[in-house]
């Protein structure tokens, strides 16, 4: 199973293999306008970023960006939950332009932006010939952009599931019942769910299952089967390590890694990683461009920055999510590889709002407190 790294010395040497790319930037023929974009961007001399949440990814931007590109100061401030975003609407609506680049997870609040125009196509930003070659991408290129605008880029894809423990639940059971696994009334009471009544992880199942066994299938689930709500993913994860749950919906992976360390032994397995066990999450990465970016140039020059390969393969190891690029190989935590042709519920793109929101307030009436 794929593990995350955030050790220095990772860094140091994911930022020596990122540096020793760049001089291959002079052997292609967009090199002049490469160059030309480089020393404008340096004019620039500062960038704003409102980014990543997750640890790892926060890291490597500070550790990487200024080894790139010394002259350019980053700004950095996370863009998490609702409260940036609104800051973010309340600074334009006053004439101030602040933010260059969004890097973080898509909610209501940023596609609210995105829908009032405050984010520029990506495209034609592009200078890197490679980023305008559809075979470059997993995906089509539609497809990857969650905003109805088409303006917020994932990076990544990964399918999302839930995962259980296997020295208590019968792997052969569930690979014969797949979902329906859960509504077994041998684990009554033993399936802990970040609480999916509030934005968060745990609501990204809301809308799966919502989707996947309708409104019969969530009161089973939660009513019936008396399915545990923790506040945070991490108490959810913790319930399964220390044998209060047999399966965790929106398992925080990085925590198995701490557990190993401590010596603790175990055996869990993820559900499923089709269309019909797993959702397809987009890590908290969607990337835009804002329109009157007071560092035009540096934010051009980041969009094509952290699409680059080199930076990619770096960047997708360390936050353990799978790159869109297909030429990037993906890591897959768990062997939860995204299948090509699987119709996946994607809860977290702006046209499934209103069905995740609907989901929420339902689970809020099973279960208001």
Do not use: C
Request: aromatic residues 12%; charged residues 25%; proline residues 6%.
């Amino acid at each position: 199973m794929a593990r995350r790294h955030e050790t220095l010395s990772l860094l140091a040497g994911a930022a020596l293999a990122i540096a020793a790319a760049q001089p291959a930037f002079a052997q292609s023929g967009w090199q002049q306008d490469w160059n030309r974009l480089v020393e404008a961007a340096n004019r620039d001399g500062k960038i704003s970023v409102g980014g990543p949440i997750v640890p790892s990814a926060r890291v490597f931007l500070n550790q990487h960006w200024p080894k790139a590109f010394p002259k350019i100061q980053m700004n950095y401030m996370v863009a998490g939950g609702f409260d940036w975003g609104n800051r973010v609407k309340a600074e334009r609506a006053s004439g101030k332009y602040e933010w260059d680049i969004y890097m973080n997870g898509p909610n209501a609040v940023i596609y609210g932006l995105s829908a009032s125009g405050v984010f520029e196509e990506l495209a034609p930003n592009f200078v890197r010939p490679d980023l305008k070659d559809p075979k470059t991408w997993r995906r089509p290129w539609n497809d990857m952009f969650l905003d109805n605008a088409k303006k917020m880029m994932a990076m990544f894809a990964s399918p999302s599931t839930i995962w259980y423990n296997a020295q208590t639940v019968d792997p052969a059971k569930v690979d014969r019942l797949g979902i329906q696994v859960l509504f077994d009334p041998a684990y009554k009471g033993r399936i802990a769910w970040n609480d999916p009544r509030t934005a968060g992880p745990g609501s990204n199942y809301a809308a799966m299952f919502y989707e996947l066994v309708g409104k019969d299938g969530l009161r089973k689930l939660i009513v019936d089967q008396e399915t545990v709500f923790y506040s945070r993913a991490i108490q959810a994860t913790e319930a399964l390590f220390r044998g209060k749950a047999d399966f965790v919906i929106a398992m925080q992976l990085d925590q198995i890694a701490q557990y190993e360390k401590a010596g603790a032994k175990f055996d869990v397995r993820p559900l499923g990683t089709d269309a019909k066990t797993a959702y397809l999450g987009f890590g908290g990465a969607v990337l835009a461009i804002f329109n009157k970016a007071p560092h035009p140039n540096a934010a051009k020059l980041f969009a094509n920055w952290i699409l680059s390969k080199e930076v990619q393969e770096e960047l997708s190891k360390m936050v353990q999510w799978d790159s869109t690029r297909a030429d990037v190989a993906p890591v897959s935590p768990g062997g939860m590889r995204y299948i090509p042709g699987e119709k996946y519920v994607e809860s977290q793109r702006e046209s499934m709002l209103a069905r995740r929101a609907e989901a929420m307030a339902f689970i809020r009436e099973l279960r208001p407190n």
